[in-house]
């Protein structure tokens, strides 16, 4: 299972654009980057997925180097309500390559937006 | 469409006790997941399932059982509750596995003492 490394928090301004880093050096063949956020007393919602280069949304973007060792989550012009954990995940689905539980979110990035 | 519920919201229960933690989806997802969140930690995968009557362990399973008679349910059993079970759980579905989007419920927060 690709093991995914983030910054544990991260501060950040209103109105300013946020890059939160993930490595994941041991990303395999089939894996794909999944981002997703959570608010306080909330379940995880999804944000962002991509396999290579760059994807975007109507939420974030996401950029994927050609190495696909790390990717990069941008969340545009940052507004208090940003303010959650961010979740890094990698796999290709359960049992494939005869791992279990390929969802593995790690402890995530706290974003703290101020005004 | 409601998405995934859960309930209870908020439960305590003793050590030893046993409870039955209720999760429904009302997308017709094949896919359901069982999580469980410690403070300040990501989440586990406890159990999953892929369909009506197949279920399979995740990371965490111990402690813990789960059924999938229906396409729309999937509880999960606590039969001897231990402090170590102290969690919010949340469940989640997908239309098909893993790097599908996984939609979560509010969770459960309990309390074991």
């Known amino acids: 299972l690709a093991k995914t490394t983030q910054p544990i928090s991260m501060d950040s301004y209103e109105g300013q654009e946020v890059n939160i880093t993930c490595s994941h050096n041991?990303?395999?063949?089939?894996?794909?980057i999944t981002w997703y956020q959570q608010f306080p007393s909330q379940g995880p919602r999804f944000i962002i997925q991509g396999y290579k280069t760059k994807v975007t949304n109507e939420v974030a973007s996401l950029f994927i180097p050609a190495d696909r060792k790390s990717s990069t989550l941008s969340l545009p012009r940052v507004s208090l309500s940003d303010t959650a954990v961010y979740y890094c995940l990698v796999g290709d689905g359960l049992g494939g390559g005869g791992s279990q539980g390929n969802l593995i979110f790690g402890k995530g990035t706290k974003l703290s937006v101020k005004p | 469409n409601a998405g995934v519920t859960q309930t209870p919201k908020f439960r305590i229960l003793k050590i030893g006790q046993s409870m039955t933690l209720q999760c429904t989806q009302d997308m017709n997802h094949n896919y359901m997941y069982w999580y469980r969140q410690d403070p300040g930690m990501g989440l586990k995968l406890i159990y999953y399932?892929?369909?009506?009557?197949?279920?399979d362990k995740g990371e965490v399973p111990n402690g813990y059982n789960v059924s999938r008679s229906t396409t729309e349910d999937f509880p999960l059993r606590l039969e001897l509750a231990a402090p170590s079970q102290t969690s919010v759980y949340f469940c989640?579905?997908?239309?098909?596995?893993?790097?599908?989007?996984?939609?979560f419920g509010p969770g459960t927060r309990l309390l074991v003492l």
């Open positions: 989640a579905s997908s239309y098909s596995l893993g790097q599908e989007t996984q939609y």
């Open positions: 041991n990303i395999a063949t089939n894996d794909y």
């Open positions: 399932s892929v369909g009506a009557g197949i279920t």
